[in-house]
Nanobody, 114 residues
Framework: QVQLVESGGGLVQAGGSLRLSCAAS????????VDWFRQTPGKEREFVAR????????FYTDSVKGRFTISRDNAKNTVDLQMNSLKAEDTAIYYC???????WGQGTQVTVSS
């Protein structure tokens, strides 16, 4: 059993930055590829970014490329999402997920004011 807890969300003005963190407990994160997703009311959950188990490979949805950076610290069992140049359309609840699993956190709200 794995528990995921997201943190770091908040209210920020357009153009600002936030750093989200996903912390895992119950099992080591290090062997898993981890994704960040986001969801707004009435819409399906949307893939945002992915990082491989060793951290060497990353992948981003087109709308965040060049603005968001995913990273991980396997010693601390965390995966972070650095979000820069935020836009109003980035407003959503952000979730982390062990790729392909049913392990999800409770999410953290990001609100970008324009």
């Amino acid at each position: 059993q794995v528990q995921l807890v997201e943190s770091g969300g908040g209210l920020v003005q357009a153009g600002g930055s936030l750093r989200l963190s996903c912390a895992a407990s119950g099992r080591a994160f290090s062997g898993y590829t981890v994704d960040w997703f986001r969801q707004t009311p009435g819409k399906e959950r949307e893939f945002v970014a992915r990082i491989s188990s060793g951290g060497k490979n990353t992948f981003y949805t087109d709308s965040v490329k060049g603005r968001f950076t995913i990273s991980r610290d396997n010693a601390k069992n965390t995966v972070d999402l650095q979000m820069n140049s935020l836009k109003a359309e980035d407003t959503a609840i952000y979730y982390c997920n062990i790729m392909g699993s049913n392990y999800w956190g409770q999410g953290t709200q990001v609100t970008v004011s324009s």
